[in-house]
């Protein structure tokens, strides 16, 4: 389920090659996003405009929030929403290891469980320091919660981050203990 997913936005023109492959690009990825056409109507001209310091039309630029790309590679579009929308990516169930993994350009952000009574003991979450505070704790934690109930666990949270989560959450209060 992808949650709390900010504005996404692509400055551009209807005629231009780079424009229509942001487009391209964007549609493939499935996230909403609004096309604001900076020859066609003059107000996405002049907020596009005050994105930068210049105050020139520079188009493509692609918005993700308040974070601005200009003419972004794929690979640094993908990147960047990677990093400002941790709930696109999938989680992973390491059972070798006993944890839940969310890998971020490079990064891992984990859940460590031991097993006991047939239960899932939840007790250590983990978020690389760079990826502190923007949402990628909390996403870890609820991804490894609807993976570990797709697949038929029960779990008790142990450690007081995961704890937190769960006792926020009106849906898991009831299901994790």
């Given at each position: 389920m992808i949650r709390n997913v900010p504005e996404i936005k692509l400055y551009g023109a209807e005629g231009c090659h780079k424009t229509r492959y942001y487009k391209l690009v964007l549609d493939d990825i499935g996230l909403p996003y609004a096309f604001l056409d900076v020859e066609a109507n003059k107000q996405h001209a002049e907020e596009l405009k005050s994105l930068y310091e210049n105050r020139k039309l520079n188009f493509p630029t692609i918005t993700i929030g308040s974070k601005k790309l200009r003419n972004p590679y794929k690979e640094d579009l993908i990147k960047w929403m990677h990093k400002l929308i941790p709930n696109m990516l999938p989680i992973?169930?390491?059972?070798?290891?006993?944890?839940?993994?969310?890998?971020?350009?490079?990064?891992?952000?984990?859940?460590?469980?031991?097993?006991?009574?047939?239960?899932?003991?939840?007790?250590?979450?983990?978020?690389?320091?760079?990826?502190?505070?923007?949402?990628?704790?909390?996403?870890?934690?609820?991804?490894?919660?609807?993976?570990?109930?797709?697949?038929?666990?029960?779990?008790?949270?142990?450690?007081?981050?995961?704890?937190?989560?769960?006792?926020?959450?009106?849906?898991?209060?009831?299901?994790?203990?």
């Open positions: 992973k169930h390491d059972t070798v290891n006993k944890k839940f993994t969310l890998h971020i350009n490079g990064e891992e952000a984990k859940v460590e469980y031991v097993w006991k009574n047939g239960k899932m003991y939840l007790v250590h979450s983990e978020v690389p320091y760079n990826l502190r505070g923007k949402g990628v704790g909390k996403e870890l934690v609820l991804k490894s919660f609807e993976k570990l109930h797709e697949e038929g666990h029960k779990a008790v949270a142990v450690c007081s981050y995961i704890k937190l989560v769960k006792n926020r959450n009106e849906y898991w209060k009831n299901i994790i203990e």
